[in-house]
């Protein structure tokens, strides 16, 4: 079985589409406490995610340092990513931020997370960002899970 590990950024709606299919498995940041080796522990779960027959495919946060990790252990994977140089990047940021405030879950913990975002959201999405890494755009057409799986 061909298993996708897909890094998707923030809002593009990973868990909601987790939800309605499940064969596939949203891998969120938020489970793994921040803690010595939790990066480790996290691909350790996915490695276990990957050997799952009834998964089709992971979807995890975008870090570099994750993008650093499964590179190191030779796990291949797509990146869905808003880019700085797109034309429509200040409208698909607006949109991803806005649909991160709207979600039901506003615990402190997310408030955090997303503060976090919003101060570091045009790094993350600088094309330098993902060196030779493959990214396939989020875009206003292209802005959703469900969308960039067709396209890939």
Known sequence: MNKKVILAFQGTGKTYFCSKNPEYIDLD????PHVDGWLEDYVE????????DNIKGIFCNISKELMDKLTEEQIPFTVFAPLTNSEDYEDV??????????????TPQNVGWIEKIKAHFDEWCDPDFFGKTTVCPVSLRTNCIEELLNRN
């Open 93 to 106: 940021k607006a949109l991803l931020l806005g649909r991160m405030v709207l979600r039901k879950t506003q």
């Open 29 to 32: 940041f938020k489970e793994f």
């Open 45 to 52: 779960t996915l490695k276990s995610h990957i050997q799952d």
